[in-house]
């Protein structure tokens, strides 16, 4: 099994930058890809990025440019660096990582991102 918890959030003002941390323990030499989904009030989840184990990169249209993934592989953790954020970046931001083990997609419980106008 995987365990994923996020830390990072909190309140930032319009144009401000945050940094997101995902820690990884478990099995996590079996982890593959990796990647940050957010859920804003009444929306549905959505992808902001994902990283392969190999280091290659996918971001939403509405981030690019803005905000970038990384994976430190020695520290077993997981990125995202947000910066120019503007009130649609408020959401509950997610971390979850894809086991090659049993198959199972894990995630975080989420850490809040509010941005003040």
């Known amino acids: 099994q995987v365990q994923l918890v996020e830390s990072g959030g909190g309140l930032v003002q319009a144009g401000g930058s945050l940094r997101l941390s995902c820690a990884a323990s478990?099995?996590?030499?079996?982890?593959?890809?990796m990647g940050w989904y957010r859920q804003a009030p009444g929306k549905q989840r959505e992808l902001v990025a994902t990283?392969?184990?190999?280091?290659?990169?996918n971001y939403a249209d509405s981030v690019k440019g803005r905000i970038t993934i990384t994976r430190d592989n020695a520290k077993n953790k997981l990125l995202l660096q947000m910066n120019s954020l503007g009130a649609e970046d408020a959401a509950v931001y997610y971390c979850?990582?894809?086991?090659?083990?049993?198959?199972?997609?894990?995630w975080g419980k989420g850490t809040l991102v509010t941005v003040s106008s």
């Open positions: 979850a990582g894809g086991c090659s083990a049993d198959g199972m997609v894990y």
């Open positions: 478990g099995t996590i030499f079996s982890i593959n890809d």
């Open positions: 990283i392969t184990s190999g280091g290659s990169t």
